[in-house]
């Protein structure tokens, strides 16, 4: 059993705040009542909920888009650090959430946290080869050579080869500054990859994973409900 108002927003249909109004408004029915009670308890399973008439289809899953900040681990729970699931706000707060993927604590950008342990396998799955971007900071000028040794795959130092990646110099950065699309996620990868080239990153920002961007208007810290097109981004164009 759940609060009617975490299951409002659970499905998307505003913010804590918002469908507290809602309820408050008559605005919801449970059952075909009219509900203005807003911890109402609610089995998802057997209720029927509508607001403004409208019934609402319950989705069991959800899926986060974070603007990680640096500081945070990209984990669940930790003994010592803050995680990442630390920074959810309330509203979207419920067990079993956890990044699909990880970011170094020190990077910052694009994280998806979610419940779904399929949708994070199929994400994260190597074979599938989903597109990262991230941008670098650099501590040195990137020359053609970086650009051709990121495109004929590095070789890290333990031997392991990287598949071949883009390096884009970003203009107005005197060449310290690359946009970086890599299509697996070796632990430290993009770090790793600039350090074979003698260059150190000095600062890491993911951007996309497959077609889904981070949303520009998303403050550092915060969250946003991927909508179903969104979530779908993330594989549209991926080819495996
Ligand atoms: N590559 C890195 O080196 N660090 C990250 O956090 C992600 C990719």
Known sequence: ME???????????????????????????????????????????????????????YKKNIYIMMNKPAGVISASNDKYDKTVIDLIPEEYKRKGLFPAGRLDKDTEGLLIITDDGNFAHKML????????????????SIDDDTVKKFEDGIIFADGTKCM????????????????????EGKFHQVKKMFICCGINVVHLKRISIGNLYLDSKLPIGCCKLLTNYEKELIFIGNIH
């Open 125 to 140: 799955s190597p074979k599938k080869h989903i597109e990262k971007k991230y941008i670098a900071k650099l501590d040195k």
């Open 3 to 57: 609060r009617l108002d975490k299951i409002l927003v659970s499905q998307n249909i505003g913010s804590r705040k918002e469908v507290q109004k809602i309820i408050k408004r008559g605005e919801v029915c449970v059952n075909g009542e009219i509900c203005k009670k807003i911890d109402t308890k609610i089995d998802v399973n057997t209720d029927k909920i509508a607001v403004n008439g409208q019934a609402i289809k």
């Open 164 to 183: 071949p990646a883009k390096l884009e110099v970003l203009p107005d950065s005197d060449n310290k500054k690359g946009i970086v699309t890599i299509c």
